[in-house]
């Protein structure tokens, strides 16, 4: 079931767009579900099957919507994928890709679960009759939209080099006097107690509690330069967000409620949170390990 491809929807108007998309990328092509929407025109209420037969034609395919029965599936020359329109749930319309026809079941991409394998009477049961054929014509060629990526991601955390730096030299002094501090009791099993020395002991004592409220210090100036870092990241990463919004068409937000398209702040933040402390934590460890290893080998 790997070759076949499956595209989830955003939600419960998307099944149409991501039907769409389902079929494009079992053709190598791969474009936004937003983009799709807009083509075929996907209001509050979804889409109907015009929409996806004039979408599917807009990106070089031949389609064609008929009502049959299930003895349509005898066929073994009926070109797949194609999209189906079912019942879900008993009053829920909805749009499916059928992938590949047995002889008792049917795989079928459900936007809603994913790849599965139905039997023949349970997709009788669902199916609205109307289905859509679709197959690639002369003039289709592959399309690829460009998409924001972890690399993108990555070069706007290098805009912040400089405070970035700052914390991997804070990381590696904490680092250092931890090191430093540990040191302290093989001095005192080696040494110390050996010689039974109390001078020594509290001079040694007193300069491993100097270390400590160093390594204190640059905890807390660590803390703080990673509060700033987060601080600009998301700044810059919402208004990016808030610029684009702004130069989306009316359409965009007549077919979205005003709480999905806040959610989409929410989402912006908590990929910020996950990728940038991923970053850091991955730049902090990477001059951790080269920092230790360097003191241990020598």
Avoid at 213 to 229: A, R, S
Wanted: aromatic letters at 10%.
């Amino acid at each position: 079931m790997k070759k076949y491809k499956s595209v989830k929807q955003n939600d419960l108007k998307d099944c149409g767009a991501a039907c769409i998309l389902t079929v494009l990328k079992q053709y190598k092509s791969d474009v936004s579900i937003s983009r799709i929407r807009e083509t075929i025109g996907t209001s509050n209420t979804g889409t109907n099957l015009l929409g996806i037969v004039k979408g599917l034609e807009e990106y070089n395919f031949e389609a064609k919507a008929i009502k049959a029965d299930m003895e349509i599936f005898e066929d073994d020359s009926l070109p797949y994928p194609a999209i189906a329109h079912i019942l879900k749930d008993g009053m829920l319309l909805h749009f499916v890709v059928i992938h590949k026809v047995y002889k008792d079941k049917i795989l079928i991409s459900d936007p809603a679960e994913g790849l599965k394998k139905i039997s023949k009477e349970e997709f009788k049961e669902v199916w609205t009759k109307y289905i859509i054929f679709t197959v690639p014509t002369e003039q289709y060629i592959q399309i690829k939209d460009k998409k924001n990526s972890l690399g993108t991601f990555f070069k706007q955390t290098l805009k912040d080099k400089g405070l970035i730096a700052q914390i991997v030299v804070a990381a590696t002094i904490i680092t250092i006097l931890g090191i430093i501090a540990s040191f302290y009791f093989q001095i005192l099993i080696d040494s110390i107690i050996p010689s039974g020395s109390i001078k020594t002991l509290a001079l040694i004592s007193l300069g491993v509690i100097i270390v400590h409220v160093f390594e204190v210090v640059f905890n807390f100036i660590k803390t703080y330069l990673l509060v700033i870092f987060g601080n600009r990241m998301s700044i810059r990463i919402m208004l990016s967000y808030y610029n684009h919004v702004l130069k989306l068409p009316y359409n965009f937000f007549s077919t979205r409620t005003s709480g999905e398209i806040i959610s989409r702040f929410s989402d912006a933040n908590k990929i910020i949170n996950t990728l940038g402390s991923s970053i850091l934590t991955m730049i902090l460890d990477v001059n951790m390990v080269i920092v230790i290893s360097l003191i241990m080998f020598f």
